[in-house]
């Protein structure tokens, strides 16, 4: 199972730096994506990295988050910067053997979610 940290309360305008701590040995031929879902709401896609490191963002964050990995850690971040209010939610990552995607249905493993408030 995976584990995220770095949740918390910021104010809007501020940033924020998710982790996603992959506990298994092979973490190389693995895809990650981090998926948010906020109280009343669907999960919704945010971004992802494939295991070459190419990455794709959803059009809501597109511009503000940054994903990225360090294999030899085993970790996948989530640099989110200029927050709104309407990014709070729970946030999950996810991982695949293979190639990324934005659909959650695609990522057999999954964090416990950490919590993301923005709010003035």
């Known amino acids: 199972q995976l584990v995220e940290s770095g949740g918390g309360l910021v104010q809007p305008g501020d940033s924020l730096a998710l982790r996603c701590i992959w506990p298994?040995?092979?973490?190389?031929?693995?895809?990650v994506g981090w998926f948010r879902q906020a109280p009343g709401k669907e999960r919704e896609f945010a971004a992802s990295?494939?295991?070459?490191?190419?990455?794709l963002s959803g059009d809501s964050v597109k511009g503000r988050f940054t994903i990225s990995r360090d294999n030899a850690e085993k970790v996948v971040y989530l640099q989110m910067n200029n927050l709104r209010p309407e990014d709070t939610a729970v946030y999950y990552c996810?991982?695949?053997?293979?190639?990324?995607?934005?659909?959650?249905?695609?990522?057999?493993?999954w964090g416990q979610g950490t919590q993301v408030t923005v709010s003035s």
């Open positions: 996810a991982a695949r053997a293979g190639t990324y995607s934005d659909y959650e249905g695609d990522y057999p493993i």
């Open positions: 298994g040995r092979t973490f190389d031929w693995f895809s």
């Open positions: 990295i494939h295991y070459t490191n190419i990455t």
